[in-house]
């Protein structure tokens, strides 16, 4: 009986460690505002694949919504050229990171 407690104890905790593990991946909406940023203000192309290759895994919900959110704001200001390249720019990402 305290075997079977005890495999049942040690589970949970696997449990809960990987599940602290992925709520510290989540990124904040704060992040997401400041990774968009980076990225709007790339100052070339090598600078934009830095920026995407160091962040891309961290990239979740979270990200695409305020990226979503910016690309409206840009159609909003009447800015057609920047929404549609910020999008391009959030297809590519979220084709990475739904590969790793």
Known sequence: MII????????????????????????????????????????????????????????DGVFFAELEAVVEQFRARQDEASAHKLKEVGDFMARLRFMI
């Open 4 to 59: 079977v407690y005890s495999r049942a104890i040690i589970a949970i905790v696997k449990f809960l460690r990987r599940l602290a593990k992925r709520l510290a991946r989540i990124m904040t909406h704060q992040q997401a505002r400041e990774l968009i940023k980076k990225i709007i203000q790339a100052k070339d192309r090598d600078e934009l694949q830095k920026i995407i290759s160091d962040n891309v895994s961290a990239c």
